[in-house]
């Protein structure tokens, strides 16, 4: 397609559970990144890849959270055992340039996956 | 700290009015900002860049004013219409390396009656 995809679109686990989020973002953007939004907040940066490098995972808030990069296209965000402050939309965007390109290039974001912990 | 204000409170306006949102940062010193567009269970969207060397930039009737003195940028909407509405954010760039990490303001709601 033409913009950013993320699957799930929903998603609603219980806690404990583990949770994949996948995006496929606009084909020839180097550079993808995740964001989270809780309800009514605004978005909080979790990690950036450039190519299938992830240069700055600052943002990931605890090691139950990873995320990897495939074939330079595909990201997966992986939440391992799931708690209810897990309770978010995850946003991708990715944008044609990344680190060493020049700056303030258009990031594009996708849908979000609502995710939903009871 | 580090902080990205905007106003919390919903801003209501009669359609074509002007709308005014505010973006107010501390302790960065970006290189340019971005406004974006955020409908109710929708990613964000692209509305404009304005970098540090620039006053002003201007889109249809969108406009967008940064002064890294005051350390803040105006969104203006002139003759507003109710499809405006949708929750307005602003987004600076922080960190190095050159690559568009973009920190967000928590976003102003815009409600434009008719």
């Known amino acids: 397609g033409a913009g950013v995809s993320q699957s799930p679109s929903n998603k609603v686990t219980e806690k404990g559970k583990d949770v994949e989020l996948r995006c496929d973002p606009i084909s020839g953007h180097t550079a993808l990144y995740w964001y989270r939004q809780r309800l009514g907040q605004g978005l909080e940066f979790l990690i950036y890849f450039q190519g299938n490098s992830a240069p700055d995972k600052s943002g990931l808030p605890s090691d139950r959270f990873s995320a990897e990069r495939t074939g330079e296209s595909v990201s997966t965000l992986t939440i391992q055992r799931t708690q209810q402050e897990d309770s978010a939309v995850y946003l991708c965007?990715?944008?044609?340039?990344?680190?060493?390109?020049?700056?303030?290039?258009?990031?594009?974001f996708g849908e979000g996956s609502w995710l939903t912990v009871v | 700290s580090q902080k990205i204000e905007q106003n919390s409170e919903a801003l209501n306006i009669q359609e074509g009015k002007t709308a005014t949102l505010t973006c107010n940062y501390t302790?960065?010193?970006?290189?340019?900002l971005q406004w974006y567009r955020q409908d109710p269970g929708r990613g964000p969207v692209f509305l404009l860049l304005i970098r540090e060397n620039e006053k002003e930039k201007r889109k249809e009737r969108l406009k967008v004013t940064f002064d890294t003195t005051l350390k803040q940028s105006l969104f203006h909407i002139t003759a507003s219409q109710p499809a405006d509405s949708a929750t307005y954010l602003c987004a600076l760039v922080s960190g190095d390396g050159g690559y568009n990490k973009l920190i967000f303001g928590a976003g102003t709601r815009l409600a434009v009656h008719p």
């Open positions: 965007a990715s944008s044609f340039y990344g680190q060493g390109g020049p700056t303030g290039n258009t990031i594009y």
């Open positions: 302790n960065y010193s970006p290189a340019y």
